[in-house]
């Protein structure tokens, strides 16, 4: 009766091995993103002197390659060792930490929908705190130039928002030949050209208005962020709702696996 009853108990391997494999990719992965996060620090010489980390005044994209590396890392180490090695403490702590990022996506989208004004203006503040470093950092000066082409924009709200850089600003005191201007980003592209012309915002913001629209694009990042989002909302809500019942998915299975480790061992205490 007793080996009868051991029998009703066992650990699916099909649910422990495809714990296992997922997360195991997800674990290479992390690990990828974080060792690339450190090579590019390491590029920089931020290594060999790491109170540069919090120098600089804007976002250094090495900071989402190291968090959500990290982050990763963590999630598919618990989840990988916790079900080759059948270990409950493990799966639990991966099915509470998937949790509480669960939550804190559920909560900011909420948040963000409710108080849709502060977002726009914490955005805002974002981006001129990053226009003012950036030649500071040459990554966030990609991220920002790759921003803006992509969105075919120039500034938070305008290209004026350019003033914010010691580079480019409008006063006299300014002697940098980059004065009155913006970054070739923002510039209309023509595309009879091979090559990018970085000099083509040069001086633009000293003509009339009427006439940068035909040089540079006048439109703000955050204006245009937002007709993004509305053009492509259904793609952006499927995202969402792909990764959250992904992440149920993920709790779902770990649970299930913890109560089936459990249902074992306690089998074989009574036994």
Same mark, same amino acid.
């Given at each position: 009766?007793?080996?009868?009853?051991?029998?009703?108990?066992? $650990?699916?391997?099909?649910?422990?091995?495809?714990?296992?494999?997922?997360?195991?990719? /997800?674990?290479?992965?992390?690990?990828?993103?974080?060792?690339?996060?450190?090579?590019?620090?390491?590029?920089?010489? $931020?290594?060999? &002197?790491?109170?540069?980390?919090?120098?600089?005044?804007?976002?250094?994209?090495?900071?989402?390659?190291?968090?959500?590396?990290?982050?990763?890392?963590?999630?598919?180490?618990?989840?990988? =060792?916790?079900?080759?090695?059948?270990?409950?403490?493990?799966?639990? /702590?991966?099915?509470?930490?998937?949790?509480?990022?669960?939550?804190?996506?559920?909560?900011?989208? $909420?948040?963000?929908?409710?108080?849709? *004004?502060?977002?726009?203006?914490?955005?805002?503040?974002?981006?001129?705190?990053?226009?003012?470093?950036?030649?500071?950092? =040459?990554?966030?000066? &990609?991220?920002? #130039?790759?921003?803006?082409?992509?969105?075919?924009?120039?500034?938070?709200?305008?290209?004026? #928002?350019? &003033?914010?850089?010691?580079?480019?600003?409008?006063?006299?005191?300014?002697?940098?030949?980059?004065?009155?201007?913006?970054?070739?980003?923002?510039?209309?592209? *023509?595309?009879?050209?091979?090559?990018?012309?970085?000099?083509?915002?040069?001086?633009?913001?000293?003509?009339?208005?009427?006439?940068?629209?035909?040089?540079? &694009? $006048?439109?703000?990042?955050?204006?245009?962020?937002?007709?993004?989002?509305?053009?492509?909302?259904?793609?952006?809500?499927?995202?969402?709702?792909?990764?959250?019942?992904?992440?149920?998915?993920?709790?779902?299975?770990?649970?299930?696996?913890?109560? *089936?480790?459990?249902?074992?061992?306690?089998?074989? /205490?009574?036994?």
């Amino acid at each position: 009766m007793s080996g009868n009853h051991y029998k009703g108990h066992e $650990v699916s391997c099909c649910i422990k091995y495809f714990i296992f494999g997922f997360n195991i990719l /997800f674990w290479l992965l992390g690990m990828a993103l974080v060792g690339i996060g450190l090579w590019a620090w390491s590029e920089k010489g $931020v290594l060999s &002197n790491l109170s540069s980390i919090t120098d600089l005044g804007g976002l250094d994209p090495v900071w989402l390659f190291m968090v959500v590396g990290g982050v990763m890392f963590i999630l598919g180490f618990a989840g990988c =060792i916790g079900a080759l090695r059948e270990n409950t403490f493990l799966l639990k /702590f991966f099915s509470v930490f998937l949790g509480i990022i669960f939550f804190l996506e559920l909560t900011t989208g $909420v948040l963000a929908f409710v108080f849709k *004004d502060w977002i726009k203006d914490q955005l805002n503040l974002f981006i001129n705190n990053n226009i003012r470093a950036y030649r500071d950092d =040459i990554d966030l000066q &990609n991220l920002i #130039d790759f921003t803006q082409e992509y969105w075919e924009c120039c500034g938070a709200f305008g290209a004026d #928002d350019w &003033n914010l850089n010691i580079y480019f600003n409008c006063t006299d005191a300014n002697p940098s030949r980059e004065k009155c201007g913006v970054p070739f980003s923002c510039c209309t592209k *023509d595309p009879a050209e091979d090559v990018i012309n970085t000099q083509c915002g040069y001086d633009i913001r000293a003509k009339p208005d009427s006439e940068q629209k035909d040089y540079i &694009n $006048v439109k703000g990042c955050v204006p245009q962020f937002e007709k993004w989002l509305q053009d492509n909302l259904t793609l952006v809500a499927g995202i969402f709702i792909g990764v959250a019942l992904l992440q149920i998915f993920g709790i779902c299975l770990a649970q299930n696996l913890v109560s *089936d480790i459990e249902a074992v061992r306690a089998s074989c /205490f009574f036994t």
